[in-house]
């Protein structure tokens, strides 16, 4: 019942992954990885690289683009995550007439960003929308697949739990559109957060992009426009073309440090405009990326810049880490670690 709950939904929160006293740990020494490396001075220098929310009514939110301190490494390679990612992959039917899909039962690292929102912030929101792939879902031959049953006027026999063909659709080239496969996108909590403290908000229904993509085929949008879809950019969700969708759009009931939220790829998310509460909003971006060509192909070039201290592969060129004092280095891997980086 619980599967089918999350399956219905797409999104799930699955608590106490860590221990509350790591997390907040990791939070403290997040917070000095970024002081002590004057971050904030260097990223006035490099605005600007980094364009992917540019169509957004909100701007991005306070995330910062480091991928490789101590604390991101030892979340991503904690066999706690390892075996969350196993649940999340296996409620896929990885079955194809070729093979699996993919391999549910070990996750490549894909290495994101951090997000630390203050207190009183009114400037950093995230209007609604979705991620990997924004115009290609309507043209690129591996999504029409996916999508085979909605654009064939049977969305009503649209599974998002069907993994075949997932792992090779192609994306537009941007920095920050994800090339690799993810089952989920997600993130671990590293402070209380709730409703009204500026985090995450879902459109908690894993059929929703059924009404996206035929939403932009109907007679009132105009024949070269697919709702204001543009490639390389966020697919954005508003009030002119989906009310209806937006209309269950909820925040994110509380979660503690520790705590993990994962969202369908296919799911509307947004961050609420205003943190109106008392602490920081914190969180570590952990998705699920399972073993396939395509997240192995990704996984190989990312090691090359995990090695490096360049900013991963699928995100702006900002780089600020190649520099900085405390990065973690191939030493700080173990030997998951080192399997789900491709070294």
């Not at 009503?156 to 080239?173: G, I, N, S």
């Not at 992009?209 to 697919?235: H, K, P, S």
């Amino acid at each position: 019942d619980v599967k089918n709950q999350i399956r219905h939904r797409g999104a799930v929160i699955i608590k106490s992954v860590f221990e509350k006293s790591r997390a907040e740990d990791w939070n403290a020494e997040l917070g000095d990885y970024i002081t002590a490396n004057e971050y904030e001075k260097k990223q006035e220098a490099k605005a600007g690289l980094d364009n992917y929310f540019s169509q957004l009514a909100s701007g991005r939110p306070q995330i910062f683009g480091l991928y490789w301190s101590k604390p991101q490494i030892q979340a991503r390679q904690d066999p706690a995550m390892a075996r969350t990612k196993q649940f999340l992959n296996r409620l896929w039917d990885v079955k194809t007439t070729t093979g699996d899909e993919f391999d549910p039962d070990f996750d490549y690292a894909y290495a994101d960003r951090t997000r630390r929102r203050q207190p009183g912030d009114t400037s950093l929101g995230l209007s609604p929308h979705m991620d990997a792939g924004s115009y290609e879902r309507w043209v690129d031959p591996a999504f029409q697949k996916i999508y085979g049953s909605v654009f064939s006027g049977q969305w009503q026999d649209y599974d998002p739990w069907k993994a075949a063909h997932r792992t090779q659709t192609k994306e537009y080239p941007s920095p920050a559109v994800c090339s690799a496969f993810r089952t989920f996108q997600g993130w671990t909590a590293l402070t209380p957060q709730g409703a009204g403290d500026g985090t995450l908000r879902l459109v908690p229904i894993a059929k929703g992009i059924a009404y996206m993509l035929l939403r932009a085929l109907q007679e009132d949008v105009a024949a070269d426009d697919l709702c204001g879809a543009e490639a390389g950019r966020a697919l954005c969700a508003d009030e002119t073309w989906h009310p209806d969708l937006l209309a269950s759009l909820v925040s994110l009931p509380q979660v503690e440090p520790g705590d993990t939220v994962w969202w369908h790829p296919d799911i509307i998310h947004a961050v609420e405009d205003e943190h109106r509460g008392d602490g920081y909003s914190n969180v570590i971006y952990i998705g699920a990326s399972p073993k396939c060509e395509k997240n192995r192909i990704y996984a190989k070039k990312q090691a090359q810049a995990f090695l490096e201290g360049r900013s991963a592969p699928d995100f702006a060129a900002e780089d600020y880490e190649v520099d900085f004092v405390g990065r973690a280095t191939v030493d700080d891997l173990t030997e998951l670690g080192k399997a789900q980086m491709g070294l």
